[in-house]
Structure formats: C-alpha cells, structure tokens
C-alpha cells in the first residue's frame, strides 16, 4: 500500500512538477479542558486476604489462576475493583474517591509496562462523552496481590 501511494505521488509530481508546492504541516499545543492526577491502590484477593482485598478475578480462563494478576500467559480476566483513590502514592493517605469505573478507558493495559497510553472514551456524569488520553504509570508492584499505578488523565473534549 505505501509503495503504490508512493507510485501515484511520485506520477502526479512528475506532471505538475512546476506547479507543485510543499505544504508544512504545524502541530499546535492543545491545551486540556480538564486534568486529573490521582494514585489509585488496589490489593488483589489472593485467597487469604478477604478484609482488605479491594479487587479480585471473577471470571478466568479453566487453567487460569484466580490469584495472580499480570502473569505472562494471562489472557481473558475480568476483574471487579472498588480501590481508594489517593492524591499521594501513600496507601494510607485520606481517600478522595474510589475507582469505580466512571471515566470509560479503552486500548491495552499491560501492567508489567512501566508507562502507558491508554484512550478516555466517555463516562458518566461529569466525564460523559469525554475524550481523551490517560497515562497508567506503574509506581509500585508487590508480589502478586498489591500494585499501585500514578493516573494521569488529560480530557480535550469535555461537555459541561
């Protein structure tokens, strides 16, 4: 494909080449309508610690374990959450809210990759109908039931 565009480009300059001109393309900085900075904390049900579990794998392949999130064959969990919503990366810090879901993200999150992009793509509530880009960064992996990932959320369309 990118060779017979390159053919047709390359006959169309050939016939116009004294009318062609070169166009420059300028990126312009957009300014987000909202940003939101948050560290969100969630310990995954391991078997054993059900009262201060805030996530768990309800539904997995048969030869999947139910107790380790991000293995390498890991393919087809769904998982429920409702962790705390800190504006610091202390596990103990006052909560400002609980990760239930109200912003729609869509693409791939692989946790074991330091940092990702992932699309904002709606919601509910003061996010509905938002767009726009969020970066997952993961800034604590321990052992297999509790993680930590920096949220950083920058919404270019908003409907207020």
Request: glycine share 8%.
């Amino acid at each position: 494909m990118i060779f017979l565009f390159h053919g047709l480009h390359s006959i169309s300059s050939a016939s116009h080449h004294h009318q062609h001109k070169h166009r420059v393309l300028t990126k312009k900085a957009i300014t987000p309508c909202k940003t939101l900075n948050f560290y969100l904390h969630d310990i995954l049900y391991d078997g054993h610690n059900s009262h201060n579990a805030t996530s768990a794998i309800v539904a997995a392949p048969a030869w999947a374990n139910r107790t380790v999130l991000g293995a390498q064959d890991c393919f087809g969990d769904v998982i429920v959450f409702n962790d705390p919503i800190t504006l610091d990366n202390n596990l103990h810090s006052k909560p400002v809210g609980k990760h239930r879901g109200t912003i729609n993200f869509a693409g791939a999150d692989p946790l074991m990759n330091k940092t990702r992009d992932i699309s904002v793509i709606g919601g509910t509530g003061d996010f509905f109908m938002a767009r726009g880009v969020a970066t997952f960064i993961t800034d604590a992996f321990e052992g297999v039931s509790y993680f930590r990932v920096h949220i950083i959320v920058n919404l270019y369309e908003c409907w207020i």
